[in-house]
DNA sequence: AATGAAACTGATAATCATTTTCACTTATTT
DNA sequence: AAATAAGTGAAAATGATTATCAGTTTCATT
């Protein structure tokens, strides 16, 4: 049924870690939120669901579910990892609002092209890499206009 | 004659911070040293050449010289800190073998573009980005092709 | 030169995300 | 069932960075 739990017991089997009713709960939350939550959202929807799971296990089961390929620990710098679903999904980059936070994803083959020229130039072995885009998005530079608009309409009074 | 001090000491006035010993003292070590230093190595090397400096004082300086725009902190997703060289230098992107720690630096004129367009396209306003490459340098993938060529060699004796 | 305000320093404490520890519980193997 | 291994959760530890605060230095004014 749910192939995504089944590759993670069989991730599990192979390494001789056990399932437990707490790594399947938090891996069920996982797979059923949006994306990019960072653990203490992560730990308040598994509170909500279940309670009485501890911080420490939620950080020990998402560490897991790393390891198995299912989620990728993202990081922009602000000291907060997020995860985000990687069984299935295909590479992806981020374009990141710096007012209000939201996430676009993105991929680029040309630019991704381009890096493993970058790469082979330099006689580098590419492994991964990470490209950020930060900036403000549609909505933020709207709302950034139209608050101008207003002062100034205020300063014409 | 320094330039660059001669701007620093110029930014500290236009916004009344002043200009102590213990800030000529950082902004000298930081000129003079290698780049994407920490700030723990930073403070090794202040230490060494003047000691009686605290941890603190670094941190406030090596900020300051941040918002100058004199220097730029760097963040590999490791929690430590980097500082590099901004004024007067060029953008670029980073290379980085994830064996042996060696930065490149790198700057792809293509990739650039093709990040305005592709924020564009998104209709984001593009403020800043980050790429960095991780990967394997060619001085550690020729050690590790070494290395296995000796473990073959033991194996047939 | 004296003085008072403002800025700076350095030691230390606080913060915050994350990891470790450890006594205890649960699951698996013998 | 007993022995062994793994997992859990609370609390402590860690490590980078920032905040606090009493004492010091600098600057401007008298
Ligand atoms: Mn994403
Ligand atoms: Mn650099
Ligand atoms: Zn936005
Ligand atoms: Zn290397």
Redesign the interface.
Known sequence: MNSIKQFYKQYLQNNKIRYSAQRDKILDVFLNMERHLSIAQIYELVRNKYSHIGYATVYRAMNLICKAGIAEKI?L?DGISRFEHKYGQEHHDH?I??NCGKF?E?I?T??EE??RQ??KA?????????????????DC?KAAKQSLSVLAKDKQD
């Open positions: 990081d710098g374009l609002c710096v676009i993105v680029d040309q630019i381009l890096q970058l790469a330099h006689k580098f072995v590419l492994k991964r890499h990470k490209m950020q885009l930060f900036g403000s998005c549609c530079v």
